[in-house]
């Protein structure tokens, strides 16, 4: 049984929603970045939640984005801290583009979340000089 096998899946999408990178994570574990993506990759299920997971670390990076701004204490720190926040949004935006991604969509639904219907509309042509007779 391997390390993660040990770990769990429950315990990798506790540290991947908190933030923690895979790299990071691997690194704790004194296992290869390949062994991660072999192991998440051999089941749907795993792969799924981890996918999730990161979907939802990304309102702790927005999170994060806000605080390191706040917690700076000077110029530089407040530089630096900006630089961090600019980070943390990106990569909100590319965990969880729907919530925290810079395009905006529009959906245009019918009744009840059905497809929108067009009328045809059809005008006809009068001559007014046959309308008189």
Not at 35 to 47: E, H, K, N, V
Not at 57 to 80: H, N, T, W, Y
Request: charged share 30%.
């Amino acid at each position: 049984m391997n390390t993660l096998d040990e770990k769990g899946i429950d315990w990798l999408c506790d540290q991947l929603t908190n933030g923690a990178t895979q790299r990071s994570l691997c690194e704790g574990l004194g296992i290869d970045p390949a062994t991660m993506c072999r192991w998440l990759a051999a089941d749907p299920q795993r792969s799924a939640r981890a996918r999730e997971a990161r979907i939802a670390a990304a309102r702790f990076f927005e999170e994060m984005a806000g605080q390191v701004i706040e917690e700076a204490k000077d110029q530089f720190s407040l530089a630096k801290a900006k630089e961090l926040a600019h980070h943390y949004r990106w990569k909100a935006s590319k965990a969880n583009p729907k919530e925290f991604g810079d395009k905006v969509t529009a959906e245009h639904v019918g009744a009840d979340g059905g497809p929108v219907l067009f009328a045809k509309v059809v005008r006809e042509i009068v001559d007014p000089a046959k309308e008189q007779t």
